[in-house]
């Protein structure tokens, strides 16, 4: 016995120290991969723009790093994608030529939708091609990888919220990107340039995410850890924009009916216990709050306007109250023009199918849209979450009708990434038959 505690006790030999340490070395590598991976993609989600440098934003910085790093890689993935997906390729190209005509048609007149289209071949196509080929190709790298870039954010969003020095001092650093000043208590921009719908939709985008990737995960630890960080990053939803905490509700619900008993016992788990936690102390926690932010106490109705008005929200009026460009020749083929100036909108609507038919005309837009659903849909049917990424396609184009998110990068980059894993996923999962003389296919 005293034996076997001094061989416990006796200092480790280099060859067993090894053993320990090429196991911590491992996981600290791997930690360390996971955090710059993480870091990559929040850069490039929110694209950042600096005071000090504003045209020099982080989304063109890591899509500029990532292009020399794996230049090689890249080219093959856009070689195999240009093979594979040439009509809808073609389609987006056509489109970018007839805006070039356009433009040079209207003398100059305005480059904006030249530029979205440039931007979304950039952003969301090479984007997308650029983070399958850092992440080899791997499904849950992503998702896992989007979703912790999305509660990094949200953390951060929940501190602006109740830190006033923190606003101030993020407008002296960042670059304002809406209409309310970064400074401004009804403003929680996280570390962005702006709140509000886009940084909303980001956000409901980080749920589907944490809860896709909790859905491909095997043990109880992971399901649990991503359906938590799916609650929180939801959360920061309600301090954002209502788009993106409708979609986080429709999402939970989705997973919810679509998801294994593991996975749905993780989400009814969680749901309970923050329900629980609203009940014991929400509202002494509200009181807190609002010492350090007065709009606590307007944030549930704001929040949650939506369930109770329906179309009758402020939001809804406005958008069906404005004015339809009518057809006409000019506008049957396009006039090229999306702002007057920099804040004039020429179409005088939000809404994105509105604003690019005023600018492209009826034929490119509806091949543009069209060719973009085609390509999507095409990569869900050869996954195996046929519904639930179908449910993810349509609501990129549900919420076009309310802006021009599709032009804003982030949720086209999104689908077609999380879709064209899938594929690859479902594809890579397929038993392969090898054929011998002895086989029945070979017989003749």
């Known amino acids: 016995m005293t034996g076997t505690l001094l061989q416990a006790a006796r200092p480790l030999g280099s060859g067993e120290q090894g053993k320990i340490a090429r196991p911590l070395f491992g996981q ?34 890591v899509i500029l790093a990532l292009a020399l790093a794996l230049a090689m890689g890249i080219l093959v993935a856009l070689r195999h994608f240009s093979a594979t997906n040439w009509v809808a390729l073609s389609a987006f190209l056509v489109t970018l030529l007839y805006v070039a005509i356009l433009y040079a048609w209207s003398r100059g007149a305005d480059s904006t939708q030249l530029s979205r289209l440039l931007h979304f071949l950039l952003f969301s196509v090479l984007g997308a091609l650029a983070f399958s080929s850092l992440l080899k190709g791997d499904l849950f790298a992503f998702v896992s990888t989007f979703s912790l870039a999305t509660l990094v954010q949200a953390l951060f969003i929940f501190y602006s919220f109740i830190s006033s020095g923190y606003r101030v001092w993020l407008s002296t650093v960042l670059v304002q990107g809406g209409n309310v000043a970064l400074a401004s208590e009804s403003n929680s921009p996280g570390f962005s340039n702006s709140s509000g719908a886009l940084l909303s939709l980001i956000q409901g985008l980080g749920v589907f995410s944490a809860l896709y990737a909790a859905r491909l995960s095997r043990s109880y630890t992971r399901i649990y850890v991503f359906s938590a960080v799916a609650a929180v990053t939801a959360a920061s939803t309600l301090l954002t924009g209502r788009t993106g905490g409708l979609m986080s509700a429709v999402f939970f619900a989705v997973f919810m009916l679509l998801s294994r008993r593991r996975h749905l016992f993780a989400m009814v788990t969680l749901i309970v216990a923050v329900g629980l936690v609203t009940v014991g102390f929400g509202r002494g926690a509200a009181a807190r709050l609002s010492r350090l932010n007065p709009r606590v106490e307007s944030l549930g109705g704001w929040a949650f306007e939506v369930f109770e008005k329906g179309s009758r929200t402020e939001t809804w009026r406005d958008l069906s109250s404005q004015p339809v460009p009518a057809l006409s020749l000019e506008t049957f083929f396009g006039t090229g023009l999306v702002s007057l100036d920099k804040r004039t909108n020429a179409s005088g609507n939000d809404s994105g199918y509105i604003q690019t038919y005023y600018a492209l005309g009826v034929p490119a837009t509806v091949m543009f849209y ?13 996954s195996d979450d046929r519904i639930l990424l179908s449910v993810l396609v ?30 690859l996923k479902n594809e890579r999962e397929k038993p392969r038959v090898t054929l011998t003389a002895e086989s029945p296919e070979l017989a003749p």
Request: proline share 4%; no cysteine; hydrophobic share 60%.
């Open 28 to 61: 600290l590598t791997a930690a360390l991969q996971g955090a710059a991976l993480t870091a990559l993609m929040f850069l490039f989600v929110y694209n950042i723009s600096f005071k000090t440098a504003p045209s020099l934003t982080t989304g063109r910085l």
């Open 370 to 382: 069209g060719a973009l659903f085609a390509l999507l849909m095409k990569h869900v049917v050869r």
């Open 394 to 423: 349509v609501s990129m184009f549900a919420v076009e009708v309310k802006e021009p998110f599709i032009f804003k990068y982030v949720y086209p980059f999104f689908v077609l990434s999380v879709v064209m894993l899938a594929a």
